[in-house]
Every structure is written in C-alpha cells, then in structure tokens.
C-alpha cells in the first residue's frame, strides 16, 4: 500500500507542507502549499487502514478518509476525488480549513498511539485541486427540470452546499446574500492565508454555471421579507449565520477608539480580491493589541503581522489551555511572532491626544479546579498592567443579530438563535427550514456544509412530498 509499504508510518514522518513563518507572512497566500503528488502518495500511505475508522467517526460529514487515503497513495486520483466528493460538495475547503486537530486527525490512531496522525486534511484538499485542475468536477446538470422553487437566504457554506443538492435534483434555486459576492465567511471572513478566495470563487462559479441564481446586495428583512419570499417559493431555507459582534464593556471602548474583527478581516479580504483600497483599516507600523482567544482573534493577529505592524499581542483572560481558539492556530501565530498575553483582562482602554494609546488590563489568575466546573479566572490584587496600543481589534465572538426577517410565528431557541425541530432543519414555519450557524450559533464550515446538505435532503422530501399532495 502506497510507495511506503503497509507500515508507512514507520519510516515516514509526517510531513505537511506548510511555509517557513519568514516566508509566508511577506504575502496573503495559503500557508500550507501544495504539496507534489510523490508527497502525496507518500503521506495518504501512512494510514494504516487500521479497521476502527475513528478519523471518519470524528469527521462532521463522516468522509470515507481511509478509502480516500488508499487510493491517494496509490496514484489513484480520480477513484479518490469520486469518493471525497460523494459525501462532501466542498471537499478542498474543508480539507484547508477544517480545525483537523480537533477533529479527523486528532481521532487518526496514529496519533492516539503516538506517531503523529497522516495530514487527513492536506491530502483532501490534494485531491480537490487536483480534480477541479484535471476538469474532473462535474458541472451541476439535473437528470430533470422541475418547476418548484428555494429560496435560500444566506450563500455561505450551508447555503452554498444545500443549492448545490438542490439544484442537482433539478429544482430552482435562488440565493439572497446582502453581500456584493457569494461566499459567506468563507469569502469575507477567513483570510486568504488559510483559504485563497480563487478556491471559494470556484465553488461559487459552479453553483451559477449549474443554474443557481445570486440575489446580491439583498438584505431579507429589509429589501425584501421572508413572507415575500414565502410566497415566491415553495420551499425557504434560512442559512444566514451569525453576525452580532460581542463588545466589549470597558471605559473608553466604543467606535472610534476600537476595530470590529469581522470589519478588519473584510477589508484586507476586500484588498485580496483586487478591490481598490477605500481608506480601509490597515496595521502597517501600528501597535496592534487583539482581545480575544478565538480563530477570529487568531485571524486578526495574523493580518495584523502581514500587514507589517510594528507589534502584535493577543490579550486573552484565561490560558493557554482555556482558550476557544484551535491550538494549531495559536502555534502558526506564534511562529509567525504574535506575542500572547494569557491571563490578562481588558480593563479599559487609555487615550492620548485623542487617539487610542494602551490597554489597561488586569492580571488574572485560574480558580482552583472544582469537579465539574470549567475553572473561574480571579483578578490578581496589583497585578494591573498597560499594553502600548494605537490600534485594538475586538475579537469577542459573534451572537444572532435580531433577524430583520423574522415574523413572529418564527421561533428562537433561548440563545436567539433559529429553533428547528428535534433531529432535523424545519422550522415553527410551515415550508421554512433553518442550517448553519443560524441554528448552532458559532460553528465551523464543516458543520454548515453537513446542515446544507441534511437540510437539502429534507426539504427535497417536503417538497416531493408537496408534488404529490400528501405531507411530508
Ligand atoms: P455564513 O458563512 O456566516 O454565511 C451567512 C451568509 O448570510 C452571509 O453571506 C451573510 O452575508 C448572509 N446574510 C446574513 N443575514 C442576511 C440577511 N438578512 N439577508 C441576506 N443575507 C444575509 N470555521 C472553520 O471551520 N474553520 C475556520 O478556519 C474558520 N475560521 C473562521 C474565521 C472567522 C473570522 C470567522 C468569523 C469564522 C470562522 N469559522 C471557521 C466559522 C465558519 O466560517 C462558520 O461556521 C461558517 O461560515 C458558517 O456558515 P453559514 O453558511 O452558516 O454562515
Ligand atoms: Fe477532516 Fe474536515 Fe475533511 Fe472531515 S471534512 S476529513 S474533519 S478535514
């Protein structure tokens, strides 16, 4: 198996393609490269086929990785995309963005007994490349035509993923985005050095080329209501995310003296996708402190560093080891020279002359462990201390924003995100349905692309269902 032999493993480490740090922040190119197909072969051969699949357990979308993994090692590309994308309609996005420690790789029984898990993710996105590079992606052409309608409200990856079942099974689709491009998050909030936008705009081609429609620049609540889409089409999808910043409560804080996350990565996304600058917020020769500890945050830092800051520090209150953010996020940052500062509490942000000078934070120290109990963080008496900063960036993680959209027979969960019922997507609306971060809150891409599809699959049924007058 493979150019390795069976153990594989053995004799080859695993190796990931990934960019000196002195490199890689010169530019906003993907940091992990591609790697040659001999790197390849040599890498899918490291799996063991070891029989208990736990990398395909741990996966959102339950990828048939070791099938994949034996035919990469083999040269077998195409056999190895026909499987990747039966279960997946976006396998190179998530094989490049997907947190794999946490998920496939971190399961992989390599790395459970101590050999370092096979680049599960880089292998994917390999062959993604590879297929959409060999004109192996099939263009979205339905068997047959049919007159029902989706309208689908949201084209990020759990709206992008349901149009694509959708409009395979020959229905039409309309997407309505308040955005001037299709994408989501994955076009205006993940940078381009872990996702270059060429490798989302081709997703989002394909989508229209099979006959999905883009409604842009349409807000659903304001343009146009969700009852006007209701009696427009026969079936809704609601997949509009999450996007209520959370601020932060300190003296001083406030527009103005703060950037919003989400603000600063969309404009350098904006400056990636060729788009004249518009007097956008920059870093260049700043002090840049970043709150949070999040992939947003760790986001931030790393725009900040390629923008040629003169300093960059994330300030987080818990831990290293407390932190929401991906461990192997923090390490590419780290590498890249952001400087953390753990344990320290945003206490107020301190001016001079009018424009933004430090952060006043306090120092924090972990409770003592309690069963059961995540640990509580206590200020340290004394320990209060100032950051230099002439830029900050809130990076506080995101909520549901009050749905312009919403009737009022919709229903919420208490996090004010969209309820859906138990085990599926529809909502309290009859012929509506909800996927993605609009009904997990803040997840991952993986998880909307499982929701789209899922949702896909059961408003097809609804719809049939509709077709042949009985309920679904
Ligand atoms: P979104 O991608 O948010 O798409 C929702 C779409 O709906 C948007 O295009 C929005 O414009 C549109 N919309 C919203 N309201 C309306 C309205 N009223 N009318 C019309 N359109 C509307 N996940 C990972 O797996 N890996 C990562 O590395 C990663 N990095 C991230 C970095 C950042 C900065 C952020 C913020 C998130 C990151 N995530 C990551 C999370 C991931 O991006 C989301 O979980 C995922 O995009 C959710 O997909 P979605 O389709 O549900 O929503
Ligand atoms: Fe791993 Fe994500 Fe790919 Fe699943 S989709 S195999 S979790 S990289």
Known sequence: KGPSGPQGFVVQPRRLPKAE????????????????TENVEVQAGRCTDCGVPFCQNACPLQNNIP????????????????????????????????????????????NQSGWEAVTIGSVEAFIGDTAFDNGWVEPI????ERAQSVGIVGAGPAGMAAADRLREQG?????????????????YGIPGFKLEKRVVQRRTDRLAEGGVEFVLNCEVGKDVTLDQLRDKHDAVLLAMGVYQARALQAPGAG????????????HQNRRDLGEQDGGWHHAEGRDVVVIGGGDTAMDCVR???????????????????????????????????????????????????????????????????????????????????DLPADMVIEA????????????PELSLSQWNTVAVARGGFATSLPGVYAAGDAVRGASLVVWAVRDGQDAAAEIDRYLKAQAEGVAA
Not at 21 to 36: H, L, M, N, Y
Not at 141 to 144: D, E, V
Not at 256 to 266: C, K, M, N, R
């Open 171 to 187: 229905y039409q689709v309309t997407i309505y985005d308040r955005h001037d491009r299709p994408g989501g998050l994955l076009i």
């Open 396 to 407: 506080l993680g995101f909520e549901p924003e009050a749905f312009a959209a919403h009737s």
């Open 67 to 110: 099938d994949w993994l034996g035919l990469s090692a083999e040269d077998e590309m195409r056999e190895a995309w026909r499987i990747a994308s039966a279960t997946s309609t976006m396998p190179e996005i998530c094989g490049r963005i997907c947190p794999q420690d946490r998920l496939c790789e971190g399961s992989c029984t390599l």
């Open 303 to 385: 725009t900040a560093v390629r923008q040629g800051a003169k300093s960059v520090t994330c300030l987080y209150r818990r831990d290293r080891d407390n932190m929401p953010g991906s461990a192997r996020e923090v390490a590419n940052a780290e590498e890249e020279g952001v400087v953390f500062e753990w344990l320290g509490a945003p206490k107020a942000l301190m001016s001079k002359g009018g424009s933004t000078s430090a952060v006043r934070a306090a120092r924090m120290a972990l409770s003592e462990p309690e069963f059961g109990k995540r640990r509580d963080i206590v200020p340290v008496p004394d320990g209060d201390f």
């Open 21 to 36: 740090a002195s490199v890689r922040v010169q530019d906003f190119g993907e940091i992990i490269v591609k790697p040659t």
């Open 255 to 266: 527009p103005g003296s703060t950037v919003a996350a989400l603000d600063y990565l969309i």
């Open 141 to 144: 052409r339905p068997l047959h």
